[in-house]
Every structure is written in C-alpha cells, then in structure tokens.
C-alpha cells in the first residue's frame, strides 16, 4: 500500500483558503486518492476522492498533478466548524477493500 | 436517512472482562469494516465482512478479538479477557457494495470508546 506523507497540524483563520497537502510517492496505477473528516468523538467522514487532474464538490476541491505523486485538498473560505483531523488515504477504488490512514492533519481554524 | 450506529457509545470494564461491541450498518449495505482508533493515532483496519462472509480478519490483534455478522447486517465485535491495551475506540463503517465494485465511500459510525481498568 502507498504511504503517504501530510502535515501533522495547520493553522488558519475564518475566511481564508486552507491547502493540505499530501504526498505519496508510491501510489501505484489503480490507486485513487481520497480524503476523509474527522471531528473529536465522530468517526470519520468521507469529503472528495479523486484519480487526477482537479475534483470538486460541494466542500471541496482536490488538486491531483499528473504525475500523481502528491494531492492538494482545498477548503474555500473555512470556518470555526471546519476544525477538524484531515486523512489522506491512497488505495484502490474498491468497496471491498480496507482503509489505511495515516497520522492527518490536525487543521485549527481561529476567529 | 440513518447512518451507522455503534453501541454502546461507551464502555468501561475490568480487565480480564469479556466485552461486546455492536454495529448496525446503513440498511442495505454489503460491506461491513471494523476499526481501532488509538487515541491521536488513526483508524487502523481490524477486519473485513462481504454480508455474512468474513472475508479479512487480518488486522485483529489476537485470537481474543472476535468479530461475526451472522445475517449479514448487524455485527459484533467481541474481546475476550481484555487487556488494558485494548483501551481505543473501535468504529465500525459500512458501504453499499462489495469487492469490485468502486467509487463507493466508506461511511463511518461514531464509535464505542472502550476503557479497560
């Protein structure tokens, strides 16, 4: 399975722009990347999954280069309520098929 | 509509205790996951189900783990003898189909935090 690499923490403020990175040099042909939300007490929730070029949805945008070695997921304008621990996880697009997580991204957003 | 629901949210026991934890998975759905969050760590995969089939039970720490879905939609996960090790939350997450199939995100409960004293 790929490892991948991300921030341990984050800081921003409302209303700004938040870039998480991730890199994962050893993603293989059938990998996608994904990328789960997880607030203190919640288990996680799925936010955007992507194979390459750009993803968007109604939370987020996911930046894939071509040679896919690393993503960027974007949150537009964050709020107190976007606090919260940030996976990215590379794996086949398969139903069947277990989640590795890695240690996230513990975003902080002040007012 | 209902997502997945875990009980007890909490739980606290001796060691030594033998403990059960419940799963009821989004109605419909194949695939059901069982995980263990240490704390500040994330999820780590314990085992797989494809309805009644368990299909993976690599991660389970040892033979004192025990998991079943015996109808194909709720499951159990059992600890025999617990240790204080087996402290974690321990979520369960379910998706609507199985090996093959993709594009089908994982949805996640919100977990039992076990305590063992």
């Known amino acids: 399975l790929a490892k991948t690499t991300q921030p341990i923490s984050m800081d921003s403020y409302e209303g700004q722009e938040v870039n998480i990175t991730c890199s994962h040099n050893?993603?293989?042909?059938?990998?996608?990347i994904t990328w789960y939300q997880q607030f203190p007490s919640q288990g996680p929730r799925f936010i955007i999954q992507g194979y390459k070029t750009k993803v968007t949805n109604e939370v987020a945008s996911l930046f894939i280069p071509a040679d896919r070695k690393s993503s960027t997921l974007s949150l537009p304008r964050v709020s107190l309520s976007d606090t919260a621990v940030y996976y990215c996880l590379v794996g086949e697009d398969n139903a069947g098929n277990m989640l590795t997580f890695g240690g996230g991204t513990r975003l902080m957003v002040k007012p | 509509g209902a997502g997945v629901s875990q009980s007890p949210r909490y739980k606290v026991a001796k060691r030594g205790q033998d403990v059960a934890l419940r799963c009821d998975p989004i109605?419909?759905?194949?695939?059901l996951f069982w995980y263990q969050q240490a704390l500040g760590q994330g999820p780590e995969f314990l085992t797989y189900f494809q309805n009644e089939a368990q299909l993976d039970k690599s991660g389970l720490p040892s033979d004192r783990f025990f998991a079943e879905r015996p109808e194909g939609s709720v499951s159990t996960l059992k600890i025999q003898r617990t240790q204080q090790e087996d402290s974690a939350v321990y979520l369960c997450?379910?998706?609507?189909?199985?090996?093959?199939?993709?594009?089908?995100?994982?949805?996640f409960g919100d977990g039992t935090r076990l305590s063992i004293l």
């Open positions: 997450a379910s998706s609507l189909a199985g090996t093959g199939y993709s594009n089908q995100p994982q949805h």
């Open positions: 050893n993603i293989a042909t059938n990998d996608y």
């Open positions: 109605s419909g759905h194949v695939s």
